[in-house]
Antibody, heavy 122, light 107 residues
């Protein structure tokens, strides 16, 4: 059974930093791209970032490029999202999602974690 | 960026009825790169259908997708009580974007 477990969500002040983690199990982690998708309170879904299976390619939404960094440790089956220069508009539940293939591009998200709440407020 | 606009915002129907949810793209997208997700309140999004006709694991055949160009449709035949939820379309031709969602509620 595929399981994705996010951690690291917290309340952080504007301008602050936070790192999210996503522990994966139930599939061959190193064979699949992974993404982060967020959902602001009461709002829709927004793709944030993706990383290829071998970590050789990363992709970002314009809204976070230059502030967020995605990475992965295939030996630990863990995905990360380092967030800096956080803004109020970054407040959301952040979901870790398994891509259906290796490369992020032109793939769907076939499994999702339970989400981690990030609140940016003073 | 490809913008997806879903309609209606809310759809009120009864169990047993047929639901038709629409998704319009700001530029042409092959149906191969359109997916639909379901999200129930307080729950995680779930992949329903993707590509021209693929259903995700465990998704019943009452869910189907169709369309071409800029107009796409998710059809749910014979609504079951568990189908009442929020539905999002997604394009994955050019990066990833989602529509704003259609809420399917009990009439």
């Amino acid at each position: 059974e595929v399981q994705l477990l996010e951690s690291g969500g917290d309340l952080v002040q504007p301008g602050g930093s936070l790192r999210l983690s996503c522990a994966a199990s139930g599939f061959t982690f190193s064979s699949y791209a992974m993404s982060w998708v967020r959902q602001a309170p009461g709002k829709g879904l927004e793709w944030v970032s993706g990383i290829s299976s071998g970590a050789d390619a990363t992709y970002y939404a314009d809204s976070v490029r230059g502030r967020f960094t995605i990475s992965r440790d295939n030996s630990m089956n863990t995905l990360y999202l380092q967030m800096s220069s956080l803004r109020a508009e970054d407040t959301a539940v952040y979901y870790c999602a398994k891509d259906s293939g290796r490369i992020v591009l032109r793939e769907v998200f076939d499994y999702w974690g339970q989400g981690a709440l990030v609140t940016v407020s003073s | 960026e490809i913008v997806l606009t879903q309609s209606p915002g809310t759809l009120s129907l009864s169990p047993g009825e047929r639901a038709t949810l629409s998704c319009r793209a700001s530029q042409s997208v092959a149906i191969t790169y359109i997916a639909w997700y379901q999200q129930k309140p307080g729950r995680v999004p779930r992949l329903l259908v993707y590509g021209a006709s693929s259903r995700a694991s465990g998704i019943p055949d009452r869910f189907s997708a169709s369309g071409s160009g800029t107009d796409f449709t998710l059809t749910i035949t014979r609504l079951e009580p568990e189908d009442f939820a929020m539905y999002y379309c997604q394009q994955y031709l050019n990066s990833h974007t989602f529509g704003q969602g259609t809420k399917l509620e009990f009439k």
